[in-house]
């Protein structure tokens, strides 16, 4: 009886032991070490930056109107509220009172006017006006024909609304670039703006301060006390460079607590005892694309023939060790606005490839190779070199083709200089993938008079649709919009689509408060939960 | 001895710096591959933007005026900016490297030339003993694997296995910079860079000191009856150093160049990676500012093994 009521009890110390330790009450202090396998540039300035590991920095010092959250989504940072008008052409944004920069100097619209006029200025040597030319005027203050932007106005000091000359849906997820200290920099005229000693010294309103920036070794934060939605958890965030060869060990000597790892990497850092690694979908997708201004590639029975005739779900299973989806549209899974429906699948089928290839009137030759009009299917592919994984892919899809009577040359070439064709439209066939933004608007990609639209990819519906997409603001109806966009691209299939990506986030167990069911930014959401982290030790 | 260097430098050392630099320049600007290259994807681009970026760069000009204007800055000691988004000074660039650069070099140097020398000499002195055979095959190995790979499994030894040293890169955050700490980061990209030279300084070092024992006043000293050491170590080294010096000269830049692939295994903060990053985004002034550096590098040392001849051998007078 004795012996039970012990049990007892020591079931209840234990069940209350449980529940303490699932609480989880955040540590403060720590240094938490994130690494890269590339180091920063310094131009740690939000409308002037183009490398992806200068905007790492900038994610943590400045802090923008809104922030993106996992599920892509725009949500109120600086400002606390937004409001569309009916029409969709006006965004008024309600900034919080309070938010000051690392120097003391309080944030107001003000500064935001200064951010946003200084992409719209005729000397910006930056690549932002594009993102921002539909708002009211800034076309003809860009040619310096107008002194102002009417379509950027302070209502008060905390608030400032946008106008546009049409609705243009994209744009709200625009507001995210960190907002620029006028009072520091106002002073310096916009042309010179990027040799200004700022952009290596950073000060914005966000959750760190900047402290050093080491060349190819580390970038060094400390937590900003007055932080205006709260200090960070965390005393010291650093950027760790680590070469790709060296990743494993860094993690295992707790050199790093974060980094993302390629799937080679994958079985070698999951033996690890106390890294855990999380797979997750991108925003991401590769691709072969189809030269589309020659009479062959011109026919669409040729490309979905070519398709079938392409074991993807082999390259994705074998080559990439399952780390990929096999791709049918340039709209990837982890976007709000795929679909699946009425999507055809192009399920591997040689046979069927055959036989739309001889419909075609495609018939083999004395060597085996398929011709027609005295034409051989016999094509360069134009692969870019230094990706393992890109290299086997092309020497499986020369194989497949081979088997369907295709005949294909490899032409492995350096990256820039395959650009280089592309750019010239040089080139058959040739392999990349793109990166996308947040905002599924293919127009940068897919419209016919885009400047990315390296296929020469032309189709009346595509081009409505694309169009229809930009200037509808309500979210159900432009999910649609895009679902017709992208059964129209899987039919025509102006490229080959691989697979989208398949990103793997390697994280040290003491690491605690990420997003554990992480969506296409990863655990640590970009770099938006590291304010919000803690570590246990 | 003096005029000889300055004659060196100035009828020899700037013109074939001037006919570098406009090879080397005519070569990148040939290549495919636009220092543009960066923007590609960038959403609702203008091909105005990328014009103007072009304009801004100069590189919208045609070979001769690019050229012109950079050897224009030179002439003003000035490198010029990086074609980068973050448009800094090449010399900054640079100068912020080099320092981990020159640690790593010359602590290879060092090594290469400390061990390798002695090694060889004593290779030599009991040719045909077991230990030569010892070092010629460790030699044979030595220059034989590849440093990439040498490094790898370094690595895979003192960092992974054991668990002994740091898997690379250079002091932590907040890591006091002390004189162990330095060892420690060191040791392991040191002996990657350092094996190779090891082995071919004591190959050299062997055969060369092999060769002048062979000589008649080797016998005269002998025959007239010094001991052998002094025979080998006061009479024959000094002579059996001439080559090496010139070798010393030419493995310059093989040290600098090995550096690039080491550095780039260990997280060295080097110019290797700069130099690497800088060919694939055909980013010229970087491309220029380091090869000119180098080449400035090796032509010194080239000078410094010639006028070094003067001292080891007293029959060499440069007038």
Known sequence: ?537 | MWRYIIRRIFLQGIPVLLGFTFLLYLIITVAPGSPVTHLRGVPDLDTAVIAQREAQLGIDQPFLIQYGRWLGQILRLDLGLSFDSARRPVIDLIGERMPATIILSLSSIILGWGIGIPVGILSARYQYSVFDYIITFFAFVGISIPSFFFGLVLLYMFALTWNVLPAGGFFMAGEPHTFVGYIRYLLLPVLTLGLGSIASVARYMRSSLLEVLNEDYLRTARAKGLRENIVVYKHALRNALLPILTLMGFMLPTIFSGAVIVENIFTWPGLGSLAIQALNERNYPVIMGINLMFAVLIFLGSIIADVSYAFADPRIRYE
């Open chain 1, 1 to 537: 009886m004795k012996k039970q009521l012990v049990i007892v009890l020591l079931l209840f110390v234990l069940s209350l032991s449980v529940v303490v330790s699932a609480q989880e009450v955040p540590v403060l202090g720590g240094t938490f070490r994130y690494g890269t396998t590339v180091n920063p540039r310094g131009m740690f300035n939000p409308i002037l930056y183009t490398e992806t590991y200068d905007g790492y920095v900038i994610d943590v010092v400045y802090d923008g109107l809104i922030e993106i959250d996992a599920n892509l989504q725009p949500q109120p940072k600086v400002a606390k509220a937004w409001e569309v008008s009916e029409d969709g052409l006006e965004i008024t944004f309600y900034l919080h009172e309070g938010i000051r920069f690392h120097d003391g100097v309080e944030l107001t619209a003000e500064d935001v006017a200064y951010t946003y006029m200084t992409i719209l200025h005729p000397d910006y040597t930056g690549v932002r006006f594009g993102t921002f030319n539909m708002l009211v005027g800034a076309q003809e203050y860009k040619d310096g024909t107008q002194a102002t932007v009417p379509g950027i106005e302070i209502i008060d000091d905390y608030t400032i609304k946008f106008s546009t000359n049409r609705p243009h849906a994209p744009l709200l997820s625009s507001f995210g670039y960190g907002i620029l200290p006028a009072h520091l920099l106002a002073h310096i005229p916009v042309g010179e703006l990027e040799t200004a000693e700022f952009n290596l010294h950073p000060i914005g309103s966000g959750p760190f301060k900047f402290v050093e920036f080491l060349t190819d070794q580390h970038v060094t934060f400390e937590a900003n006390e007055e932080y205006f939605f709260g200090r960070p958890n965390i005393d010291t965030l650093v950027y760790q460079k680590v070469s790709q060869d060296t990743i494993p060990i860094f993690l295992q000597q707790n050199r790093i607590d974060f980094i993302e790892i390629s799937p080679d990497q994958f079985l070698q850092v999951s033996d690890l005892g106390h890294i855990d690694t999380y797979i997750y979908e991108a925003l991401s997708y590769s691709y072969i694309a189809f030269n589309l201004r020659q009479e062959r590639f011109d026919d669409v029975a040729v490309r979905q023939a070519i398709t079938y005739g392409f074991d993807r779900q082999l390259y994705v299973d074998l080559i990439r060790e399952g780390f990929g989806i096999v791709a049918n549209a340039p709209m990837p899974t982890a976007s709000w606005a795929y679909t699946s429906e009425g999507i055809d699948p192009y399920h591997y089928d040689p046979k069927k490839a055959a036989e739309m290839l001889s419909e075609a009137g495609w018939t083999p030759g004395s060597d085996g190779i398929l011709q027609k009009d005295g034409e051989r299917l016999e094509f360069e592919f134009l692969v870019p070199d230094g990706s393992r994984l890109t290299e086997q892919m092309a020497l499986l899809f020369q194989q497949n083709m081979e088997d369907i009577g295709i005949k294909v040359n490899l032409m492995f070439m350096e990256f820039s200089a395959a650009v280089d064709r592309v750019d010239a439209r040089e080139f058959d066939t040739f392999t990349m993938s793109w990166s996308l933004a947040v905002d599924p608007d293919p127009y940068s990609i897919w419209h016919s008079t885009s400047l990315w639209n390296d296929p020469g990819f032309y189709n009346e519906a595509s081009d409505r649709l694309i169009e229809q997409g930009r200037l509808e603001t309500d979210l159900e109806k432009r999910k649609e919009i895009y679902a017709d966009w992208q059964r129209v691209i899987n039919y025509e299939l102006p490229s080959m689509f691989l697979n989208y990506g398949v990103a793997i986030g390697a994280i040290n167990e003491r690491v605690k408060g990420i997003d554990a069911d992480p969506g296409p930014y990863g655990p640590l959401v970009g770099r938006q939960l590291l304010w919000k982290i803690w570590l246990a030790d």
